[in-house]
């Protein structure tokens, strides 16, 4: 079955660094793939989508790569800041359908 | 962007009663929306998908007769919990499809649902 992974452990960095948040998937080739932001007590927030053909994209301090071969899609936020704390969730459309998958997500912590 | 209500965001019922949930797509028509529930730390579970002008579609495990979807126009789909236990107490979530017209589809959610059941 469809299974997408990100590291469950919360990534703690300092202000003004790079955050990169990892997601893997298995038993899938989608055609695209999301990436969304959660903050506690709210519903997730369109970040950017992805698409097979695209290696990379760029949306202000965001970078998203997407590496069909691995299997894996990295999600960049550089010059991080304190409001940039929240959870980060991959997304993938199940097959054949417009349901989507949604991984547990990764917490950040960007200290000041 | 395209923003997607939630009412109510917090709701306490007691144990036995029925409570509805209006999710609304304020800047677009979406005929499919979607229903999720999320446990703390978890990851966003699905629960079914609304389609305006029919029935909805479950997922494996999710019991219909209790958690009734209505899906009447394109801007409205409601979830109503019957009978509601403590262990429906969760954050409900929703959201609706957007046709990108572009070979994709963009969920934008609702900002979420807490519900308590005494």
């Known amino acids: 079955s469809q299974k997408i992974e990100q590291n469950s452990e919360a990534l703690n960095i300092q202000e003004g660094k790079t955050a990169t948040l990892t997601c893997n998937y298995t038993n899938y080739s989608p055609a695209y793939l999301q990436w969304y932001r959660q903050d506690p007590g709210r519903g997730p927030v369109f970040l950017l989508l992805i698409r097979e053909n695209e290696k990379e994209k760029r949306k202000e301090r965001l970078k998203v790569t997407f590496d069909t071969t691995l299997k894996q899609s990295l999600f960049h936020i550089t010059a991080s800041q304190p409001a940039d704390s929240a959870t980060y969730l991959c997304?993938?459309?199940?097959?054949?359908?417009?349901?989507?998958?949604f991984g547990a997500g990764t917490r950040l912590f960007v200290k000041a | 962007g395209a923003v997607v209500s939630q009412h109510p965001s917090r709701v306490i019922c007691k144990s036995g009663t029925s409570v509805k949930i209006e999710c609304r797509s304020l800047d677009f028509q979406a005929t499919t929306m979607f229903w999720y529930r999320q446990f703390p730390k978890k990851s966003l579970m699905l629960m079914a998908t609304s389609n305006e002008g029919s029935k909805a579609t479950y997922e494996q495990g999710v019991e219909k007769d209790k958690f009734l979807i209505n899906h009447a126009s394109l801007t409205l789909s409601t979830l109503t919990v019957t009978s509601a236990h403590p262990e429906d107490s969760s954050f409900y979530i929703c959201?609706?499809?957007?046709?990108?017209?572009?070979?994709?589809?963009?969920?934008?959610f609702g900002p979420g649902t807490r519900l308590t059941v005494t």
């Open positions: 997304a993938l459309p199940y097959t054949g359908g417009f349901k989507t998958i």
């Open positions: 959201s609706a499809l957007h046709d990108t017209q572009s070979g994709s589809y963009e969920q934008y």
